[in-house]
């Protein structure tokens, strides 16, 4: 007996609302997406999904949807200008039965979990904006004045979440960690970038430069970080200041960027800590409710690793609030662990010292690696396993 969900009403289509619109169908449970984009925006750029989110992934069986439109990460390195390697790391441990990184365009990421979901009965609402939100009722007010009702309501709405300023309207906001994540594709790069499974950071004069070609377009993807300051800027200031930034330092940057048809940038922010997730009725996830900085690369594995969990729990509880105390006790410890780790690498400036001096660490850890076993990411984060027959209760 209880109040058991039939029906969720998700504010935000992005990575964590479509994970989650995704799992609860395939646990039977009806979904209602809003998003303001439309379904074919085509926004964003390289995005890396670690091993933990294709574990999660592969609990609902979406796992091989994605694979098939990706292409595995199977190493970092870093090279100077000249080609010199000066550092290098496995994408994952390979005796790991978890499978490499899958790297992909971020719309690619989106539109399979979309068509996963729509195929199993959830639905969307692309091109509306969410302008009301109840969190006791639960229902949202679209930009049409149209209402959208549920047993609970999710807000899947992204760092700047409305949702959440409803369920803790004093609670912290995300900070601004002064720098400034550029993303960037071109067809055609005009030279030749790396291959498919390897991300290659270069050296530059004055930053980094990390690239890797599409496997599935043959195009360059690439990013690289630069001081926040004010405003967000237009892409044509953006351009001029990775022209400014790249200009004659020798490496492959300029000739990619000026070749480049799509520039982007988000500022980077970091929530460690979020007292309250939820209220009856209504939870965030994602990085509406724990914000990892860039470098943490966990973003969209954990976003859909909410998104499981978080379905998981409702199917298994008889009312919203044990649903929600159960999600909470499965997430917070490792959301706030991950956030953590992500903390250690930030640059929240990237003063000359603290660049030289993260720098000098770096070189001294990777020369006493070397010395044993080539360096490799995940660890206990990329461990992760969902069960997902098995009961949350
Ligand atoms: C368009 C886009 C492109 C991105 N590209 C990249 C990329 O290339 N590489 C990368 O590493 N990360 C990218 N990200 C960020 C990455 O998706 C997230 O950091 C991470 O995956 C967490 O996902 P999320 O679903 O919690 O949040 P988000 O991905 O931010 O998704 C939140 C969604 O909620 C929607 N939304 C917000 N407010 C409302 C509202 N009031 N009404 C209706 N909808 C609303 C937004 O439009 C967005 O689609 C991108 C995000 C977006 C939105």
Redesign the pocket.
């Known amino acids: 007996m209880g109040d058991r969900v039939e029906h969720v009403v998700i ?9 989650l619109a995704l799992a609860l169908r395939t646990a039977g449970i009806g979904a209602t997406v ?4 439309p379904a074919d ?1 085509g ?6 999904l670690n091993p933990n989110g294709m574990d999660a992934l592969r609990a609902v069986g979406a796992h091989q949807a994605v694979i098939a439109r990706s292409f595995p990460l199977v190493r970092s390195e870093r090279v100077r200008a000249d080609g010199t390697r000066v550092g290098y790391a496995l994408g994952a441990d390979p005796s790991s039965d978890r499978g490499l990184p899958r790297v992909m ?3 690619v990421l ?1 539109a399979v979990l979309r068509e996963l979901a729509v195929e199993r009965g959830a639905q969307f609402r692309h091109g ?4 009301f939100v109840d969190v006791t009722a639960p229902s ?1 007010v ?1 930009d049409d004045g149209s209402a959208v009702e549920g047993d609970v309501l999710v807000g ?7 949702v959440r300023s409803r369920i803790a309207p004093d609670g912290p906001v995300p900070e601004r960690l002064g720098t400034r ?1 550029v ?1 960037g594709y071109a067809a055609e790069p005009a030279c030749e970038p790396p291959p498919p499974e390897v991300l290659r950071s270069y050296v530059g004069a004055k930053r980094f430069f990390a690239a890797t070609r599409d496997s599935h377009s043959g195009g360059c993807f690439w ?1 690289t970080s630069l001081r926040a300051r004010g405003r967000p800027p237009t892409t044509d200031e953006l351009r001029a200041e990775l022209a400014e930034l790249f200009g004659g330092d020798g490496t492959i940057a300029p000739i990619v960027i000026g070749n480049s048809e799509r520039v ?1 940038s ?1 500022d980077d922010h970091a929530l460690p800590h979020l007292p309250r997730w939820c209220t009856e009725r209504a939870i965030v ?5 724990h ?1 990892a900085p ?1 470098a943490s ?1 966990q ?2 594995a ?2 859909v690793e ?1 998104g499981v969990q978080l379905a998981r729990c409702l199917r298994d509880h008889a009312t919203p609030a044990q649903a929600f105390a159960a999600f909470e006790r499965l997430r917070r410890d490792r959301v706030e662990a991950v956030v953590a780790l992500g903390m250690t690498g930030t640059s929240r400036a990237h003063s000359p010292l603290a660049r030289h001096l993260r720098g000098l660490r770096t070189q001294a850890k990777r020369l006493v690696q070397w010395q044993r076993t080539p360096p490799m990411g995940g660890g206990w984060v990329y461990d992760h396993h969902i069960d997902w027959p098995a009961t949350t209760s």
């Open positions: 504010s935000g289509g992005g990575i964590a609302g479509t994970a809003v998003e303001s984009r925006h926004e964003g750029a390289i995005v890396r365009h971020w719309p989106s509306h904006r969410v302008v949202v679209l899947a709405d992204g760092t700047h979440s409305t994540t993303y990013f982007l988000f996830i994602g990085d509406a409710l914000v860039p690369e973003g969209a954990m976003a909410d």
